[in-house]
């Protein structure tokens, strides 16, 4: 695209590690500049965070993932000239995007009250563990501990099973992703009202949002979903709603009900159970299916739920997938140019705006890439901040 | 002023991903009008789960369709749809979830829109994208945790592909769906001009998992393998997982192995001082964490975990959960009243404005309830 939806908005990322850095890369996605302003030396601590030892230039690959497209400033906010020169891109910024712990941008002079009166129109958003009072406070704001913390865990796995968390870091995702709407939401009311805006989230409120639909029905009725003890797949959800094993691999079936079921697979046995007693008799329902499934291939079975319309899928994992035209057809992947004749692939931005993907082939920035040209503008020497962009 | 004050949105979705997408915008200041089939509804309305329903409907609808409004129509009317193409000419957003082609039989796609209001804002969520061999399937949670590799990241190496226990997929849709529809509103505000904004549940999903997929695209396809003993993620080295203890659960995140040994006083973790051991050799480090926590209750463990600054949690559920002042504080609970007098808890939009919650007393709309109203207000007749 040659025009996209933010071009022209410039975002400081104080942000570090994961939440509010994919915020800032959704940012960069729609177009916007978006420069970290790191510590000298160390910079954004996940620089330094690898997962499987993947390591490209300095930086671990999972840095790279979450901070393509951006640019890079260092500052020491301890002392005064770097508190100046944020001051100099404070005043050309639209928006600020924060992570730290409660007090600490108040301790540099750059909380949300001070920054207004150097950008009285700044968008400042910010990303706490667990809000900015009570007795959580000052606990580490870290993906697992949130979910643990939150119920989430008492949601996966079966019921006879530890709490099981999600294996991604989903507090983290789903806040950064709450941020960009907060982000952009205040955007559009500063284009009609010059109005700036604080916005604040927490991991906790995320991740409790997140479980809305578990929580709603928790509150109407004090009891804590349950996770069935066989096949659980969402412990709202009534048989034969889950994974089960099959001659040669998996298949999920999603909801449907049990006589439609039953012909289908031709499983009798299930029928000795009614529809209005299915959620109530989930877990023998489910062992009977568990039985049946096994005796076939994935295939045969998805071919006879997929005649009588029945919600059902194989179960892929990324080499099978990758394989798969659905997924080619998709093109998800793009390459990234590290600029020394290697590259890398990631995934690009999942959203389509008229009818083009958003995609960018600019890599993540070495620590403080950009200090002389950011510098430089600033002090008038170049064009402004904005036309640049 | 609210954040979106004065935006209008249409919204054709039904079930989850669409209708999560528009709750939020309703959230900061949008009105939001869903337009339901005549008799039926939202087949959400209907989706009851486990054995919970409020005043014979769901409790998840009324949790997804708060602080909305209903218009009937039926879109296979020619006189329904002339009405809605009308309130559609006043509008700034269109928001759908049909499968591909629905909305072109109906005479609602895109470019029919755009022609009526040229700075429409038309945003649609499908399943698998509008091309390729499985643009026809259904779009269901479920099913695309499956097919997208999702589900070898949850739970031990011993157990079936896991699905996260909450409907992931069509969450995270909805939020891409709200941020491209929010990034081409900013731009209709300065151009006048609309914009297509689409996302799948496919393209979602695996934007979820961009940091582990991006690391199989580049390591030669490896899978992850998840480990065997308390997983919680398939690329974190030990201790990282939750852990049983002498009345309850605790979570340990990353941490140093040896110090940790020296913490709780567990002789055999002194034994791996190399770093990559901790990753390489998880399950047996994890299993000797294990056969250690279970001797003491989580608050004695938590007490000298803390002290140490070890990053580790209480692992709760929804009634331990409500009787912690960490959560009540947050206020996270709102009480929404439909029109027909109900009353329903549910949670609240997760972020603050200006210091302030954005909360709305308005529940669920009953089918139908503001068609009259609706058409007096903008002209319909």
Same mark, same amino acid.
């Given at each position: 695209?040659?025009?996209? +939806?933010l071009n022209?908005?410039?975002?400081?990322e104080?942000?570090?590690?994961? =939440?509010? +850095?994919?915020?800032?890369l959704?940012?960069?996605?729609?177009?916007a500049?978006?420069i970290?302003?790191?510590?000298?030396?160390?910079?954004?601590?996940?620089?330094?965070?690898?997962?499987?030892?993947?390591?490209?230039?300095?930086?671990?690959?999972?840095f790279?993932?979450?901070?393509?497209?951006?640019?890079s400033i260092?500052? /020491?906010?301890?002392?005064?000239?770097?508190?100046?020169?944020?001051?100099?891109?404070?005043?050309?910024a639209?928006?600020?995007?924060?992570?730290?712990?409660?007090?600490?941008?108040?301790?540099?002079?750059?909380?949300?009250?001070?920054?207004?009166?150097?950008?009285p129109?700044?968008?400042?958003?910010?990303?706490?563990?667990?809000?900015?009072?009570g007795?959580?406070?000052?606990?580490?704001?870290?993906?697992?501990?949130l979910?643990?913390?939150?119920?989430?865990?008492?949601?996966?796995?079966?019921l006879?099973?530890?709490p099981?968390?999600?294996?991604?870091?989903i507090?983290?995702?789903?806040?950064?992703?709450?941020m960009?709407?907060?982000i952009?939401?205040?955007?559009?009311?500063?284009?009609?009202?010059?109005?700036?805006?604080?916005?604040?989230l927490?991991?906790?409120?995320?991740?409790?949002d997140?479980q809305?639909?578990?929580?709603?029905?928790?509150?109407?009725?004090?009891?804590?979903?349950?996770?069935?003890?066989?096949s659980?797949?969402?412990?709202?959800?009534?048989?034969?709603?889950?994974?089960?094993?099959?001659?040669?691999g998996?298949?999920?079936?999603?909801?449907?009900n049990?006589?439609?079921?039953? =012909?289908?697979?031709?499983?009798?046995a299930?029928?000795?159970?009614?529809?209005?007693?299915?959620?109530?008799?989930?877990?023998? @329902?489910?062992? @009977?299916?568990?039985a049946h499934?096994?005796?076939?291939?994935?295939?045969?079975?998805?071919?006879?739920?997929? /005649?009588?319309?029945?919600?059902?899928?194989?179960v892929?994992?990324?080499?099978?997938?990758?394989?798969?035209?659905?997924?080619?057809?998709?093109?998800?992947?793009?390459?990234?140019?590290?600029?020394?004749?290697?590259?890398f692939i990631?995934?690009?931005?999942?959203?389509? @705006?008229?009818?083009?993907?958003?995609?960018s082939p600019?890599?993540?920035p070495?620590?403080g890439?950009?200090?002389?040209?950011?510098?430089?503008?600033?002090?008038?020497?170049?064009?402004?901040?904005?036309?640049?962009? | 002023m609210?954040?979106?004050?004065?935006?209008?949105?249409?919204?054709?979705s039904q079930?989850?991903?669409?209708?999560?997408?528009?709750?939020?915008?309703?959230?900061?200041?949008?009105?939001?009008?869903k337009?339901e089939?005549?008799?039926?509804g939202?087949?959400?309305?209907?989706?009851?789960?486990?054995?919970?329903r @409020?005043e014979?409907?769901?409790?998840?609808?009324?949790?997804?369709?708060?602080?909305?409004?209903s218009?009937?129509?039926?879109?296979?009317e020619?006189?329904?749809?002339r009405?809605?193409?009308?309130?559609?000419?006043?509008?700034?957003?269109v928001i759908?979830?049909?499968?591909?082609?629905v909305?072109?039989?109906?005479?609602? /796609?895109?470019?029919?829109v755009?022609?009526?209001?040229?700075?429409?804002?038309?945003?649609?969520?499908?399943g698998?994208?509008?091309?390729g061999?499985?643009?026809?399937? +259904?779009?269901?949670?479920l099913?695309?945790? =499956?097919?997208?590799?999702?589900?070898?990241?949850?739970?031990n190496?011993?157990?079936?592909?896991?699905?996260?226990?909450?409907?992931?997929?069509?969450?995270?849709?909805?939020?891409?769906?709200a941020?491209?529809?929010l990034?081409?509103?900013?731009?209709?505000?300065?151009?006048?001009?609309?914009?297509?904004?689409?996302?799948?549940?496919?393209?979602?999903?695996?934007d979820?998992?961009?940091?582990?997929?991006?690391?199989?695209?580049?390591?030669? *396809?490896?899978?992850?393998?998840?480990?065997?003993?308390?997983?919680?993620?398939?690329?974190?080295?030990?201790?990282?997982g939750?852990?049983?203890?002498?009345n309850?659960?605790?979570?340990?995140?990353?941490?140093?192995?040896?110090?940790?040994g020296h913490?709780?006083?567990?002789?055999?973790?002194?034994?791996?001082?190399?770093?990559? *051991?901790?990753y390489?050799?998880r399950?047996?480090?994890k299993?000797?964490i294990?056969?250690?926590?279970i001797?003491?209750?989580? /608050?004695e463990?938590?007490?000298?975990?803390?002290?140490?600054d070890?990053?580790?949690?209480?692992?709760?559920?929804?009634?331990?959960?409500?009787?912690?002042?960490?959560?009540?504080?947050l206020?996270?609970?709102?009480?929404?009243?439909?029109s027909?007098?109900?009353?329903?808890?549910?949670?609240?939009?997760?972020?603050?404005?200006?210091?302030q919650?954005?909360?709305?007393?308005?529940?669920?709309?009953?089918?139908?309830?503001?068609?009259?109203?609706?058409?007096?207000?903008?002209?319909?007749?």
């Amino acid at each position: 695209m040659k025009h996209l +939806p933010l071009n022209g908005i410039t975002v400081l990322e104080f942000s570090q590690y994961l =939440s509010g +850095p994919s915020a800032g890369l959704r940012l960069a996605d729609f177009g916007a500049r978006v420069i970290k302003v790191e510590r000298p030396e160390q910079g954004d601590a996940g620089r330094k965070l690898a997962i499987k030892n993947l390591w490209i230039d300095d930086n671990s690959l999972l840095f790279h993932t979450i901070n393509r497209n951006k640019q890079s400033i260092t500052a /020491d906010l301890k002392n005064e000239e770097g508190i100046a020169v944020i001051h100099q891109l404070i005043k050309r910024a639209d928006v600020i995007t924060h992570n730290f712990r409660p007090g600490v941008m108040e301790k540099y002079g750059l909380d949300f009250n001070s920054v207004k009166q150097i950008n009285p129109s700044i968008i400042y958003a910010t990303i706490s563990g667990y809000g900015n009072e009570g007795p959580w406070k000052d606990l580490p704001g870290q993906d697992l501990l949130l979910q643990a913390i939150s119920g989430l865990t008492y949601t996966t796995g079966n019921l006879e099973d530890a709490p099981v968390p999600f294996g991604l870091s989903i507090a983290d995702y789903i806040c950064g992703a709450q941020m960009v709407q907060g982000i952009i939401a205040a955007l559009i009311r500063r284009q009609k009202a010059k109005q700036p805006a604080l916005i604040e989230l927490s991991l906790l409120e995320s991740i409790l949002d997140f479980q809305f639909e578990l929580l709603t029905t928790f509150y109407a009725n004090k009891k804590q979903p349950k996770r069935s003890a066989v096949s659980n797949g969402n412990p709202l959800l009534a048989p034969p709603y889950g994974i089960y094993k099959t001659g040669d691999g998996y298949i999920a079936i999603a909801m449907t009900n049990l006589d439609v079921l039953a =012909s289908a697979i031709d499983c009798l046995a299930i029928l000795q159970y009614k529809q209005e007693h299915a959620f109530v008799e989930r877990d023998a @329902i489910k062992d @009977i299916l568990t039985a049946h499934l096994i005796t076939h291939a994935t295939m045969y079975w998805l071919e006879k739920l997929h /005649d009588h319309k029945i919600w059902a899928m194989n179960v892929l994992d990324w080499r099978q997938l990758r394989t798969q035209d659905g997924y080619k057809q998709l093109g998800m992947e793009q390459r990234i140019d590290l600029g020394n004749g290697k590259h890398f692939i990631t995934t690009r931005c999942p959203i389509k @705006i008229n009818g083009a993907y958003l995609q960018s082939p600019v890599k993540a920035p070495a620590l403080g890439e950009q200090n002389e040209l950011i510098q430089n503008e600033c002090s008038g020497q170049q064009h402004t901040i904005k036309s640049m962009a | 002023m609210r954040l979106l004050e004065d935006i209008l949105v249409i919204d054709f979705s039904q079930f989850l991903s669409g209708p999560s997408a528009s709750l939020r915008l309703a959230d900061m200041g949008a009105r939001v009008i869903k337009v339901e089939k005549p008799s039926t509804g939202d087949i959400c309305r209907y989706l009851y789960v486990s054995d919970t329903r @409020i005043e014979g409907e769901s409790t998840i609808f009324h949790a997804i369709n708060r602080n909305k409004e209903s218009y009937a129509a039926d879109l296979k009317e020619a006189n329904d749809l002339r009405k809605i193409k009308e309130l559609i000419q006043q509008a700034d957003v269109v928001i759908h979830n049909f499968r591909p082609g629905v909305m072109k039989r109906l005479g609602l /796609d895109y470019d029919t829109v755009k022609a009526l209001n040229p700075s429409i804002i038309y945003g649609e969520i499908s399943g698998y994208g509008n091309e390729g061999p499985w643009k026809d399937l +259904p779009g269901q949670d479920l099913l695309l945790q =499956s097919v997208s590799g999702l589900t070898w990241l949850s739970n031990n190496a011993n157990t079936n592909p896991t699905p996260m226990g909450v409907a992931v997929v069509d969450i995270v849709a909805g939020t891409h769906l709200a941020q491209g529809i929010l990034a081409a509103l900013y731009q209709q505000i300065q151009t006048g001009e609309g914009a297509l904004v689409q996302v799948s549940m496919l393209e979602s999903i695996l934007d979820f998992q961009f940091e582990v997929l991006t690391c199989f695209y580049n390591d030669g *396809e490896q899978l992850p393998v998840r480990s065997a003993v308390n997983n919680a993620n398939a690329y974190i080295a030990a201790p990282y997982g939750i852990y049983k203890t002498l009345n309850g659960f605790l979570a340990l995140s990353m941490t140093n192995i040896v110090a940790l040994g020296h913490i709780i006083q567990c002789k055999d973790l002194l034994v791996y001082t190399e770093p990559a *051991e901790w990753y390489n050799r998880r399950d047996e480090i994890k299993s000797i964490i294990a056969d250690c926590l279970i001797a003491k209750t989580t /608050d004695e463990w938590l007490a000298v975990l803390r002290l140490k600054d070890i990053w580790c949690a209480k692992v709760l559920d929804y009634e331990m959960l409500m009787q912690e002042k960490g959560y009540q504080c947050l206020q996270m609970e709102l009480e929404v009243q439909t029109s027909a007098g109900l009353t329903v808890k549910t949670t609240r939009c997760p972020f603050k404005v200006d210091g302030q919650l954005l909360t709305s007393g308005k529940g669920a709309p009953v089918l139908g309830e503001d068609t009259c109203a609706i058409n007096q207000q903008f002209g319909i007749q």
